[in-house]
């Protein structure tokens, strides 16, 4: 009986130790199936593929060539264009000149009018000469009137100057006409007339050969005697031209006159005055 009892024990301890052995065994090969799993493959020589792996951008593994495939070329870095720090200047824009529109009546050239303004200025020059200003008083002033006919009609000289002399107009410098304080013709110029057109004079041997489709009337301030009687002269003469050989009393800026506009004329007049009195 007790030699059964060890018999058994004996067997069971063998068979306990070749348990442990295989399970020893077994552990051992499965370790080293993990390890050689996450072995890290063999370097390369090419530059671009990273030891883990992937390629220099970190974002797949590289690709392996397979035999007699030729590598494709690597396409071109695109460049961003770097921004323009300079500024291009801004081109402005200019707008087309706005010409002044013709008359209705017919259109004159436009070196016509500065004529009147400019035989004023001589005359104003001439005037001022013989005054004593202070440099306070008000700049000079020029009024202008015009007297024009309708496009395709003319005044002929020959009917121009009897009219003329009758207003009492003189023929003198810069040969063009002027109504003196006297009728006679000596004192001062109270205003003059010219030409509206090319050339602005009057040739007086060849009134005859002249012809015209308007007038320029005009008067400086400050002038001789009371201003506002000389505009109300050299209004006179320009209503009485136009009724004579049917044309219209224009402004200065060429508008037809009316009663508005010679208010605007007296009270351009009263204010020049003021201002001149006041600045002595």
Same mark, same amino acid.
């Given at each position: ?20 052995? $295989? ?16 072995? %890290? ?21 590289? !690709? ?7 590598? *494709?070329?690597? %396409?071109?870095?695109?460049? #961003? ?12 824009? !200019? ?26 200025? @001589?005359? *104003? ?17 020029? $009024? ?6 309708? @496009? ?6 020959? $009917?121009?100057? %009897? ?14 006409? =002027?109504?003196? *304080? ?11 007339? #010219? ?9 007086? @041997? ?6 015209? !489709? ?20 050299? =209004?006179?003469? #320009? ?13 200065? *800026? !060429? ?23 006041? =600045?002595?």
């Amino acid at each position: 009986m007790a030699e059964e009892l060890r018999l058994v024990l004996i067997v069971l301890g063998v068979l306990g130790i070749s348990a442990l052995a $295989l399970h020893g065994l077994w552990t051992v090969r499965k370790n080293n199936k993990d390890i050689g799993k996450y072995e %890290p493959e063999p370097a390369t020589t090419d530059p671009t593929t990273r030891a883990d792996g992937f390629d220099e951008l970190g974002i797949g593994r590289k !690709r392996v060539l397979q035999p007699g495939e030729k590598p *494709q070329p690597k %396409p071109a870095p695109t460049v #961003a264009p770097k921004a323009n720090k300079l500024r291009e200047p801004v081109k402005v824009r !200019r707008e087309p000149e706005i010409t002044e529109p013709s008359l209705d009546m017919g259109s004159f050239s436009a070196t016509d009018e500065p004529y009147a303004e400019a035989v004023a200025e @001589e005359q *104003q020059a001439a005037y001022e000469a013989e005054k004593d200003q202070t440099a306070q008083a008000p700049a000079n002033e020029v $009024l202008i009137l015009y007297v024009l006919l309708p @496009e395709g009609e003319e005044i002929n000289g020959s $009917l121009l100057l %009897p009219s003329l002399l009758t207003l009492g107009f003189k023929y003198g410098e810069m040969n063009i006409f =002027h109504r003196f *304080q006297d009728n006679a013709g000596s004192g001062e110029v109270l205003f003059s007339l #010219a030409n509206m057109f090319n050339p602005g004079t009057f040739d007086l @041997e060849d009134m005859d050969k002249m012809n015209t !489709r308007g007038l320029s009337l005009f008067m400086t301030l400050p002038g001789p005697g009371e201003a506002l009687q000389n505009f109300n002269l050299m =209004h006179s003469a #320009a209503k009485k031209l136009a009724d004579e050989f049917g044309g219209q009393v224009l402004d200065g *800026q !060429r508008s037809v006159l009316t009663v508005q506009t010679v208010r605007h004329y007296v009270e351009k007049i009263r204010e020049f005055q003021r201002q001149r009195l006041i =600045h002595g």
